[in-house]
């Protein structure tokens, strides 16, 4: 059995036609749902890129993998998927993005040369690399992109600064869409050299070289995340009033949570705050979402012309949500539903899993299962010490009669701004969240808690963190998500010196987090 493991980055879970968005069309999608299983509940561990991608990765909530932020190496100690499968004789290969920052000090602690096989391989995450790109900022020497773009005629020294992510208005200027401002415009790249069309020629490349040889891969967009720059014909593809309303109300601003009312400073959130920039955005975003359904039509054709599709185990999944101006904020992070919760296909080509195929699983599914249920599936052993999540197995061959009751998810906000604007230190700025069937909630560290009735508030529009009359409820889940940390180790990886560091850096590669 293939195994193929999609991911798209800062997807939401409600922007697909299958989970009901009235507008956006994502017809193959749809038809991988009607294959396979949909979990319409499904969860990330952190609201983050690379904390959440670890979790995929290796299993682990990330107070036990400690990689807690984009920046945050990932330990040599942790075990990927990449060297499970290894050991058992199969590779794993990566077309994408995987933010996976190499732990340079701990190899140098155990004497591995990085340009060793070894060495290579623990930089990479257990990924062997048909093209990383994690895009976002100009390409390094990672990619093939920026060399496949000079040789389409895009004569730049930053052909994706220049081109994929900028646009031409009707005088003739150029303009950027770091400024979110600009993407009503059609980025300048055609779109078969796009980055979605480029990493999905990579993908079906390695598949047509592989032949008869099973093999593992995952293909990992990095779109719709912003720039949200889409190439012509889908920049105007949909209009503001084919989008899902903003879903915010002025109540949210009165007597707001002090780390969230943190957050709402941030530029993306007070450029998303503003009516001309939801309007903007949101029409491109949903552009980008159907340029990547249609690119994966295009693979999944080319994987039944090769014979292989129906012998292939796929998941596509994303990293997290977008808030898209919900909540009176932008980009992710924070624990809402908006952006914990994610699009969850599973698609098990086995027989045994015939009876669930096309049904929709409302039971809590998180992003520590995937690594399970690939090894589990493909017969590798795992280490059980070791994994965090479940194998879906049971679900997938509908024989669960005991599942999780909730779900976990944390952040480390030591990197961001708001950290800053409360006066706390890196070390201080972290949260921790436990979301079941009725409530959500979330303890933050010197600061005071959040919870919320999903029942009677399903959008997550009034805190009851201090009310009173859910003192007891709060103790409640208080305690249980104590009890759940309490069996989980507590790495920080990071000094507040290298935090600092990190921070003034990040501003110093001038990266916007979303200017209008």
């Given at each position: 059995?293939?195994?193929?493991?999609?991911?798209?980055?800062?997807?939401?879970?409600?922007?697909?036609?299958?989970?009901?968005?009235?507008?956006?069309?994502?017809?193959?999608?749809?038809?991988?749902?009607?294959?396979?299983?949909?979990?319409?509940?499904?969860?990330?561990?952190?609201?983050?890129?690379?904390?959440?991608?670890?979790?995929?990765?290796?299993?682990?909530?990330?107070?036990?993998?400690?990689?807690?932020?984009?920046?945050?190496?990932?330990?040599?100690?942790?075990?990927?998927?990449?060297?499970?499968?290894?050991?058992?004789?199969?590779?794993?290969?990566?077309?994408?993005?995987?933010?996976?920052?190499?732990?340079?000090?701990?190899?140098?602690?155990?004497?591995?040369?990085?340009?060793?096989?070894?060495?290579?391989?623990?930089?990479?995450?257990?990924?062997?690399?048909?093209?990383?790109?994690?895009?976002?900022?100009?390409?390094?020497?990672?990619?093939?992109?920026?060399?496949?773009?000079?040789?389409?005629?895009?004569?730049?020294?930053?052909?994706?600064?220049?081109?994929?992510?900028?646009?031409?208005?009707?005088?003739?200027?150029?303009?950027?869409?770091?400024?979110?401002?600009?993407?009503?415009?059609?980025?300048?790249?055609?779109?078969?050299?796009?980055?979605?069309?480029?990493?999905?020629?990579?993908?079906?490349?390695?598949?047509?070289?592989?032949?008869?040889?099973?093999?593992?891969?995952?293909?990992?967009?990095?779109?719709?995340?912003?720039?949200?720059?889409?190439?012509?014909?889908?920049?105007?593809?949909?209009?503001?009033?084919?989008?899902?309303?903003?879903?915010?109300?002025?109540?949210?601003?009165?007597?707001?949570?002090?780390?969230?009312?943190?957050?709402?400073?941030?530029?993306?959130?007070?450029?998303?705050?503003?009516?001309?920039?939801?309007?903007?955005?949101?029409?491109?975003?949903?552009?980008?979402?159907?340029?990547?359904?249609?690119?994966?039509?295009?693979?999944?054709?080319?994987?039944?012309?090769?014979?292989?599709?129906?012998?292939?185990?796929?998941?596509?999944?994303?990293?997290?949500?977008?808030?898209?101006?919900?909540?009176?904020?932008?980009?992710?992070?924070?624990?809402?539903?908006?952006?914990?919760?994610?699009?969850?296909?599973?698609?098990?080509?086995?027989?045994?899993?015939?009876?669930?195929?096309?049904?929709?699983?409302?039971?809590?599914?998180?992003?520590?299962?995937?690594?399970?249920?690939?090894?589990?599936?493909?017969?590798?052993?795992?280490?059980?010490?070791?994994i965090e999540g479940r194998?879906?197995?049971?679900?997938?061959?509908?024989?669960?009669?005991?599942?999780?009751?909730?779900?976990?998810?944390?952040l480390d906000y030591g990197f961001?701004?708001?950290?800053?604007?409360?006066?706390?230190?890196?070390?201080?700025?972290?949260?921790?969240?436990?979301?079941?069937?009725?409530?959500?909630?979330?303890?933050?560290?010197?600061?005071?808690?959040?919870?919320?009735?999903?029942?009677?508030?399903?959008?997550?529009?009034?805190?009851?963190?201090?009310?009173?009359?859910?003192?007891?409820?709060?103790?409640?889940?208080?305690?249980?998500?104590?009890?759940?940390?309490?069996?989980?180790?507590?790495?920080?990886?990071?000094?507040?010196?290298?935090?600092?560091?990190?921070?003034?850096?990040?501003?110093?590669?001038?990266?916007?987090?979303?200017?209008?």
């Open positions: 059995m293939n195994v193929l493991f999609i991911m798209a980055d800062q997807l939401r879970w409600d922007h697909l036609s299958c989970a009901g968005h009235p507008y956006l069309r994502t017809a193959h999608l749809d038809a991988l749902a009607r294959r396979g299983v949909r979990f319409d509940r499904a969860f990330v561990n952190s609201g983050v890129c690379g904390p959440s991608r670890m979790s995929y990765y290796t299993g682990r909530y990330p107070i036990s993998h400690g990689a807690t932020w984009n920046r945050v190496p990932l330990s040599v100690g942790e075990v990927t998927m990449g060297e499970y499968l290894r050991g058992a004789g199969r590779r794993l290969a990566l077309a994408g993005k995987t933010h996976v920052m190499p732990d340079q000090a701990g190899l140098e602690r155990l004497g591995i040369d990085g340009q060793t096989e070894l060495g290579t391989l623990l930089m990479r995450g257990g990924f062997e690399e048909v093209d990383r790109y994690d895009g976002h900022h100009p390409p390094g020497s990672e990619s093939g992109y920026p060399a496949y773009l000079r040789a389409q005629g895009y004569d730049s020294a930053d052909p994706w600064t220049d081109y994929v992510i900028a646009g031409i208005d009707a005088q003739g200027q150029v303009h950027s869409g770091w400024h979110m401002r600009h993407v009503h415009l059609p980025a300048r790249v055609a779109e078969r050299h796009s980055e979605t069309a480029y990493m999905t020629d990579q993908a079906i490349g390695f598949m047509q070289r592989q032949g008869s040889q099973p093999w593992v891969l995952h293909l990992s967009y990095v779109k719709p995340h912003w720039p949200y720059m889409a190439p012509a014909p889908y920049h105007a593809m949909y209009t503001a009033d084919q989008c899902l309303p903003v879903v915010r109300s002025q109540a949210e601003l009165q007597h707001a949570h002090p780390v969230v009312a943190a957050y709402r400073q941030q530029e993306e959130c007070v450029s998303f705050q503003r009516d001309d920039c939801i309007r903007t955005v949101r029409p491109a975003y949903q552009g980008l979402i159907h340029q990547l359904d249609d690119h994966l039509g295009r693979l999944f054709n080319e994987m039944e012309r090769l014979g292989v599709l129906d012998d292939t185990l796929i998941i596509f999944t994303a990293d997290h949500g977008d808030f898209l101006g919900d909540h009176w904020l932008g980009e992710k992070e924070l624990f809402y539903d908006t952006v914990q919760r994610v699009p969850f296909i599973v698609v098990d080509p086995r027989p045994e899993a015939d009876a669930t195929r096309g049904t929709v699983d409302s039971r809590f599914v998180e992003a520590v299962d995937v690594l399970p249920t690939v090894l589990d599936l493909l017969g590798v052993p795992g280490a059980s010490q070791r194998s879906l197995r049971p679900l997938l061959e509908g024989t669960a009669t005991d599942w999780r009751g909730f779900t976990y998810s944390e961001r701004e708001a950290r800053r604007t409360l006066g706390m230190t890196p070390q201080q700025a972290r949260a921790f969240s436990l979301r079941n069937e009725r409530w959500r909630y979330v303890m933050w560290l010197d600061q005071p808690e959040q919870l919320f009735d999903l029942a009677a508030d399903p959008d997550q529009m009034h805190d009851l963190g201090t009310d009173p009359g859910h003192a007891g409820v709060r103790a409640e889940l208080r305690n249980r998500l104590l009890d759940f940390l309490a069996r989980r180790k507590h790495r920080t990886t990071m000094s507040d010196e290298a935090v600092e560091r990190s921070t003034a850096a990040h501003k110093r590669a001038g990266v916007f987090f979303g200017q209008w």
